[in-house]
């Protein structure tokens, strides 16, 4: 059984910083490129991250500077630090793990996590 679980989320004031982290059993960690996305209400869902297996990372022109995501293929989890967090960024955060470049740069990924909520006020 997969499971992606994203914990982390909460609320923090402009300017803050806040850690989330993607715990993930069922795959094949190592092989799996690793996205994160965000989707604010009444808005579609958008790429914020991904990293490859190998630990390249890839960035929305949003959050570059800003943002940063890691892996720890020993632990199966991959991480997303977010500072200088802006109200633009409030949403609701998602990780999803896929193989397939064709379908993830279709946005199309093999797993997905329930998502955890990130309200940034000002």
């Known amino acids: 059984q997969v499971q992606l679980v994203e914990s982390g989320g909460g609320l923090v004031q402009a300017g803050g910083s806040l850690r989330l982290s993607c715990a993930t059993s069922?795959?094949?960690?190592?092989?799996?490129?690793m996205g994160w996305y965000r989707q604010a209400p009444g808005k579609q869902r958008e790429l914020v991250a991904r990293?490859?297996?190998?630990?390249?990372?890839n960035y929305a022109d949003s959050v570059k500077g800003r943002f940063t995501i890691s892996r720890d293929n020993a632990k199966n989890t991959v991480y997303l630090q977010m500072n200088s967090l802006k109200p633009e960024d409030t949403a609701v955060y998602y990780c999803?793990?896929?193989?397939?470049?064709?379908?993830?740069?279709?946005?199309?990924?093999?797993?997905w996590g329930q998502g955890t909520q990130v309200t940034v006020s000002s």
């Open positions: 999803a793990a896929g193989r397939s470049w064709i379908e993830i740069l279709r946005g199309n990924y093999d797993y």
């Open positions: 990293i490859t297996g190998g630990g390249v990372p």
């Open positions: 069922g795959i094949t960690f190592s092989t799996n490129i």
